[in-house]
C-alpha cells in the first residue's frame, strides 16, 4: 500500500493519517460515519520516550492520556514483525514507559506492507522480570538480551499477534481500530505504583488532588504536609487507608481524612479533625481512576521509608529529611565498632537526635539502649509502624517527637513551683519531651561517657555558593532564629548559618563527655568560617570515612560527606585527621588527609595581591572566586568587562593581567587548573607557597605555556586585542598582520623594559625589581611544556590554512575564537562540544594538544605540592 523506499518518519505520518487521525485532509481511503467519529477522538501525535509510535484517547478532562498503541515502525518491508516486537519491548523496558504513563491495550509493529497487535497484559510479566538485564541498546538484535527476550516471547508473539495487511485487510483493520480503539474497552489497564514511580505520581497528585481538599496547606505547614495525604490515598483500598496501615497519622476514610494530631497553639486543629473535599471529591476519583491502588504489598514498606522524598526541599532543609542510603548506614556503624569495641551497642546508649524515619537505626538491636527523636510528627508515627514490624528494634516510648534546636532536655518547673518540682497542670512550668530514662542518662556524667549521638543532621545554611556567583538569595531563617542559635551565635562566629554545626554545638556545650559519631559536611574540619567554632569544639577524633554526596538524595554537587566519630570527653584541638575514602559502591579508594591549618595560614588570593599592577596597561583579566577547588569553574582569563557573576564575591574576584604580572598570575591560573577538581578534593584549599618556586624559571615558563591553551583562556578578539598569540604570522601562516605580537615578544625576551613596577610588589623574577617579571632572554621550557606549544601551533596553523578563503577570516583568531569557528555554538549560545565539529582534522589536532595539557599538568602538579601551593 505504501512504496517500498519511502522513508520511516513518512511512513509514521502516513499511517497515523489513514487509520488513526481525525484529519481526513491527504487520507488516501475512505472511510465510513462510524469509524470517523471513533477518530475524532484518537490522538496519534504524542511523543512518548523512544517509542516510535503512539496512539492515545485524546480528551481535555482527562489528568493523563489513556493509550490505545505503543508501537515499532520499519521502512520497508523487510524487517521481522517478531523482532520488531522484541525491539519495542526492549525500548519500554529500557525506559520503564510504562510506570509513568497509563500501560497501552495493545503493542504493535509495522511496515509499509502490514502491521500488527498484541494485547499488552499478555506481556505483562516479560516487564515485570526482576533478573533481566534491560540497559542494552534495542536496535542491536545480535545482543545477548535480545536473543534472550526473542526466545523468551516469539512463541507467544507468533500466537497472539494479529496481524492485517494495509492492502489486502484494509477494511478489516478499520474494524479492528473502531473496536477496540474506545475509551469503553475493558482492557483499559491502571497505571502500576512502584518503588520507582510513586514520587512521579506524587507530583502529579500535587497538582490535580492537593488542591481539592479543603485545607490551607500554607496555614498548617510544616506540622501538616501534603505527602501525608497522598500516603493515605496511594496505601488505601476502597478509599479506606484503615484497611492498610492503621498507623499511618492521616487516614483516608471514605470521602474524608482523619488526621491525628496534638494541640498546637497557632492552629485551630486539635487532637483529632477531618478535612473533606471541596469539589465533592471529583478531582480525587478522576484522578485515582488512572491508578492501580495501593502498589504491590512488597513495595510498602519501601515507600513509607522512602517518605522524605515527598517532603518539600523547604521543609527537607530545616528538618533535616534526608535519607541515609544504607551502604553508608551499613559502613557507619562498622566504624562504631571499629572505633567503640565489637560491643559498643550492648555497652553504649545510641540517641539518633535527627532520626526522620530512623533508619541510621537499622539493624541494630539493643533496643532498651536506642532512643530515636524527631521534628516531624509523621515521622514518628512512620517509626511506630517500623517498630511494630519488626524493621526497627525500638522501644515505643523511645521514640518521640522533640525539636533538638529549640526544646529543652530537662524538665523545668516555674519559679512558684521549684522546690516543690514540675506541676503537670501548670502552664508556666516546661515538661521536656525526653524519655525520663533518656533525661537520667543525660544528667548522669558516667552514662553520657557511654551515650553515642549517633545522626546525620540537616544541612541547611543561610548563604549558599549561588548567592557567591549572585545566581541566589541567602536563606535568612533557615538556619537562624532557633534557640541553638541564639544561645551560641556569638562562640561559633560564622558557623552559626548551618544547622549542623548547631547541633553539633549543643551537643558539645550541653551534653558534654559523649560520643558524637555524625555525618556532615567537612567544613568544620577545613573551613576558615569554622575557625571560631574549633576554638570551642575540642574533641579526640577516632575513626571516620568520606563518600560522595551524589549518593544521597536530593544533594546535589561533587563533595565528599564525612561520617566521624569523636570522643568529646577528651578535649584536643583538631588537628591533621586520615579519613578512609570510599566510592559510590563502597570500594576502597584509600586515604585522605584533611587539614585544620588553613586559618592560620595565608590563601593563594593573598598571595596573588602581591602582584597588584596599577601603572601598567592591561592585557587582560583573570577571575579569582574562592581558593578551594569547588570554585576552580570560576577561574579563567578574559577581558575585564567579560568577567560576570562576581558581584557578590568577598575580597579578591577579579585581577587585571598586565606584563609585569603576567608569570605570577600564570602560576596562579595553572596551580588551580593542573589538578582536576573532583567529590575528593572539592574542599581542599589552595595555599600561600614558600619561595623555591622564585628560583624555578622553568616551573613558571611551564605555567605560561599551560595558560595560554587551556580551556578556561576564554579571550576572544571578538572583544579586544588579542596579545596572547605566542606565534609569529609565518610560523602559523596567518593571511594578515597581528593587532598585537606581544606574547611571541614576551617568550622571546624581547619586551623593552619601559613598564613601570609595583612599588608594592614583594617578588621579581630574576630579583631585580626594576624590570620586575618581563624576561630579557628567550623563555626556557621543559620538554611537557615544548610539545604543548608545538601542539597549539599546528592547531593555529591548521585553521589559518582552511579558513584563509572564508569571509569571517580572522587571522587575530585566539583560542576561543579557533574551537568556535570549527565547533559552533548550541541554540543557547553555549559552545559545542568538541566532537560536533565536522572537520575531523581540527578534533584530531585539539585532541593532540588536550593530550599535551594533560601531561604538562602533571609535570606542574608534583612542583605545586613541592612549593606549598596545597598540602598533600
Known amino acids: 500500500m505504501y512504496p517500498i523506499n519511502l522513508p520511516e518518519e513518512e511512513l509514521k505520518n502516513k499511517v497515523a493519517t489513514d487509520f488513526f487521525s481525525p484529519n481526513p485532509q491527504s487520507r488516501s481511503i475512505k472511510l465510513d460515519k462510524q469509524a470517523k467519529e471513533i477518530l475524532k477522538n484518537l490522538d496519534s501525535t504524542q511523543i512518548l520516550g523512544r517509542v516510535d509510535f503512539c496512539v492515545s484517547f485524546n480528551a481535555q478532562t482527562l489528568f493523563q492520556p489513556i493509550n490505545f498503541l505503543w508501537a515499532e515502525a520499519k521502512k520497508g518491508n523487510k524487517a521481522d514483525i517478531i523482532e520488531s516486537f522484541i525491539q519495542l519491548i526492549l525500548t519500554i523496558g529500557k525506559e520503564k514507559t510504562y510506570e509513568n504513563n497509563l500501560p497501552p491495550i495493545f503493542l504493535g509493529a509495522f511496515d509499509c506492507q502490514k502491521i500488527a497487535f498484541i494485547p499488552y497484559h499478555e506481556l505483562d510479566h516479560i516487564f515485570a522480570q526482576n533478573d533481566f538485564n534491560w540497559n ?12 534472550q527476550l526473542h526466545a523468551l516471547t516469539k512463541h507467544l508473539l507468533e500466537s497472539k499477534k494479529l496481524q492485517f495487511s494495509f492492502t489486502n485487510d484494509c477494511k478489516e483493520l478499520q474494524d479492528f481500530i473502531q473496536a477496540n480503539f474506545t475509551i469503553h474497552n475493558t482492557s483499559i489497564t491502571k497505571i502500576p505504583i512502584t518503588k520507582n514511580n510513586f514520587t512521579t505520581i506524587y507530583q502529579k497528585w500535587l497538582q490535580s488532588v492537593a488542591p481539592s481538599i479543603s485545607i490551607d496547606w500554607e496555614n498548617e505547614k510544616p506540622d501538616i504536609l501534603s505527602s501525608d495525604f497522598y500516603l493515605a490515598d496511594l496505601l488505601s483500598e476502597n478509599n479506606n487507608t484503615k484497611e492498610i496501615l492503621k498507623s499511618l497519622r492521616i487516614l483516608l476514610q471514605s470521602d474524608s481524612y482523619k488526621v491525628k494530631l496534638e494541640k498546637r497553639a497557632n492552629s485551630t486543629s486539635f487532637n483529632f479533625t477531618e478535612f473533606g473535599f471541596n469539589d465533592h471529591q471529583k478531582a480525587h476519583t478522576e484522578f485515582w481512576n488512572l491508578y492501580e491502588r495501593p502498589p504491590k504489598e512488597e513495595y510498602w514498606g519501601y515507600i513509607i521509608e522512602r517518605r522524605d522524598l515527598l517532603v518539600p526541599s523547604d521543609i527537607r532543609e530545616r528538618k533535616g529529611a534526608f535519607f541515609t542510603p ?50 516531624d510528627k509523621s515521622d514518628v508515627e512512620i517509626m511506630q509502624e ?5 524493621t526497627l ?53 558516667e552514662k553520657r561517657k557511654k551515650l553515642i549521638i549517633f545522626i546525620n543532621p540537616p544541612y541547611a545554611e543561610a548563604g549558599n555558593t549561588h548567592k557567591i556567583s549572585g545566581t541566589g538569595e541567602h536563606k535568612d531563617g533557615v538556619a537562624l532564629g532557633n534557640a541553638t542559635y541564639e544561645r551560641y551565635k556569638d562562640s561559633m562566629g560564622k558557623a552559626s548559618n548551618e544547622l549542623f554545626a548547631q547541633f553539633f554545638f549543643r551537643i558539645y556545650n550541653e551534653i558534654p563527655h559523649c560520643t558524637l559519631a555524625a555525618f556532615s559536611k567537612l567544613k568544620y574540619v577545613n573551613s576558615s568560617n569554622f575557625v ?35 570522643n568529646l570527653a577528651q578535649a584536643q584541638a583538631l588537628q591533621t ?33 602581591n602582584f597588584i599592577d596599577a601603572n601598567n596597561k592591561e592585557l587582560c583579566a583573570i577571575c579569582c572566586i574562592g581558593t578551594d577547588f569547588q570554585h576552580n569553574n570560576f577561574c579563567n582569563i578574559n577581558f575585564w568587562d567579560s568577567i560576570k557573576g562576581v558581584g557578590n564575591a568577598k575580597g579578591i574576584s577579579k585581577f587585571k593581567i598586565t606584563p609585569n604580572n603576567l608569570i605570577p598570575t600564570s602560576i596562579y591560573f595553572s596551580v588551580r587548573h593542573c589538578i582536576k577538581a573532583t567529590w575528593i578534593n572539592d574542599r581542599d584549599q589552595f595555599l600561600y607557597p614558600n619561595n623555591k618556586w622564585e628560583q624555578d624559571s622553568v616551573f613558571q615558563s611551564d605555567c605560561l605555556a599551560f595558560m595560554l591553551f587551556h580551556g578556561q583562556n576564554r579571550i576572544t578578539s571578538k572583544v579586544g586585542i588579542n596579545h596572547f598569540i605566542p606565534f609569529s604570522e609565518k610560523e602559523i601562516g596567518a593571511q594578515e598582520a597581528f593587532e598585537s605580537h606581544f606574547m611571541r615578544d614576551f617568550l622571546q625576551g624581547e619586551i623593552k623594559h619601559d613598564c613601570e613596577t609595583n612599588k608594592d610588589s ?50 587575530n583568531a585566539s583560542l576561543y575564537d579557533i574551537k568556535a569557528h570549527f565547533q559552533g555554538f548550541n541554540d543557547k549560545g553555549k559552545m559545542n562540544p568538541p566532537q560536533k565539529a565536522d572537520d575531523e582534522v581540527y578534533k584530531q589536532k585539539l585532541g593532540e594538544l588536550n593530550y599535551a595539557l594533560k601531561v604538562l599538568a602533571k609535570n606542574i602538579e608534583v612542583k605545586v605540592y613541592e612549593y606549598g601551593f596545597l598540602l598533600p
Not at 136 to 147: A, I, Q, R
Not at 337 to 344: M, T
Not at 603 to 609: E, F, R, S, V
Open 577 to 609: 585527621i586520615t579519613l578512609d575514602v570510599f566510592d559510590e559502591n563502597g570500594a576502597s579508594l584509600g586515604k585522605k588527609k584533611f587539614y585544620t591549618t588553613y586559618s592560620k595560614q595565608q590563601n593563594l588570593n593573598q598571595w596573588l595581591k
Open 136 to 147: 542494552v541498546t534495542p536496535s542491536n538484535h545480535d545482543s545477548k538480551e535480545f536473543k
Open 393 to 445: 528494634s525500638l522501644l515505643p516510648r523511645h521514640i518521640f517527637q522533640f525539636d533538638f534546636l529549640n526544646d529543652e532536655f530537662f524538665d523545668k518547673p516555674c519559679t512558684k513551683h521549684t522546690k516543690s518540682g514540675l506541676d503537670p497542670k501548670c502552664q508556666d512550668c516546661v515538661k521536656s519531651k525526653l524519655p525520663k530514662s533518656l533525661q537520667e542518662i543525660l544528667k548522669n556524667e
Open 326 to 375: 544504607q551502604i553508608w548506614v551499613s559502613k557507619a556503624q562498622n566504624y562504631l565498632e571499629k572505633a567503640l569495641g565489637e560491643n559498643y551497642q550492648s555497652e553504649y546508649y545510641i540517641w539518633d537526635c535527627a532520626a526522620g524515619t530512623g533508619n541510621l537505626l537499622a539493624n541494630l538491636t539493643e533496643s532498651a539502649s536506642l532512643y530515636a527523636s524527631t521534628l
Open 532 to 566: 571560631k567554632f574549633r576554638e570551642t569544639f575540642k574533641a579526640k577524633f577516632l575513626k571516620g570515612f568520606i563518600c560522595p554526596a551524589y549518593t544521597f538524595d536530593n544533594v546535589k554537587g561533587n563533595f565528599p560527606i564525612g561520617f566521624l566519630v569523636w
Open 386 to 390: 517500623l517498630s511494630a514490624n519488626g
Open 762 to 811: 614583594k617578588q621579581s623574577l630574576f630579583g631585580d625589581d626594576d624590570i620586575a617579571f618581563i624576561p630579557t632572554k628567550p623563555l626556557t621550557f621543559s620538554h611537557e611544556a615544548q610539545e604543548v606549544l608545538d601542539a597549539g601551533k599546528e592547531l593555529f596553523r591548521h585553521y589559518h590554512t582552511q579558513s584563509k578563503e572564508d569571509k569571517d577570516y580572522n587571522p
